[in-house]
């Protein structure tokens, strides 16, 4: 009899470590939990696209296209801030941001603008545009490029953006 227990006992054990893990595993795996509304993030590649490739053309440089890995990396870049109710590039997950880029599937060489408060695209494209370093990279040989913003209630429903370009 107490084998019977003692193997009862243990698969009880096993059996709900198992369903914690999975939890673990599965919040741990999507960031859709960490912005509280639907309507708080949004993908803004399409958008500001136009205003980088006006850029890019006035300077004589290739047009970029949407990067799908890129976008999907600067979404969660954006969630990250906003979460955090930080802006910078180093948050939390996979702090590196070459090990970030390629643990996202992003082409490098990639580069990362970020930045927080603007109320729209073309307020964020502009305040990259007047920064030096911002500036630099979106002239920089490049291909691919993917833009979103975040918003979390809890961190004051400002605006965090993260456009991300790559290959």
């Known amino acids: ?6 193997f009862s006992r243990r698969m009880l054990i096993l059996r709900a470590g ?4 999975l939890g673990f595993i ?3 795996s999507t960031y ?3 912005v509280p509304d639907e309507g708080a993030r949004s993908d803004q590649t399409e958008t500001t696209l136009g205003y980088v490739n006006t850029l890019r053309e ?3 440089l290739s047009a970029l296209a949407r990067d799908p890995a890129a976008s999907l ?3 969660h870049q954006a969630v990250r801030m906003a979460r955090a109710g930080k802006m910078q590039h180093n948050i939390g997950w996979r702090d590196d941001f070459y090990d970030r880029m390629k643990g996202e599937g992003v082409t490098l060489p990639a580069a990362e603008n970020i930045a927080m408060g603007q109320e729209d695209a073309e307020r964020a494209y502009r305040a990259w545009v007047n920064s030096p370093n911002h500036l630099k990279n979106m002239l920089g040989n490049y291909r691919g490029l993917g833009v979103a913003t975040a ?3 809890a961190s004051g429903n400002r ?3 993260a456009m991300v370009l790559c290959g």
Do not use: E
Request: net charge negative; hydrophobic share 35%.
């Open 159 to 161: 605006p965090y953006w």
């Open 58 to 60: 006035g300077r004589g």
């Open 26 to 28: 599965a919040g741990c």
């Open 151 to 153: 918003q979390n209630s």
């Open 32 to 34: 859709d939990g960490l």
């Open 18 to 21: 198992s369903v914690i893990s």
């Open 73 to 75: 990396a600067a979404m």
């Open 1 to 6: 009899m107490p084998d019977s227990i003692s």
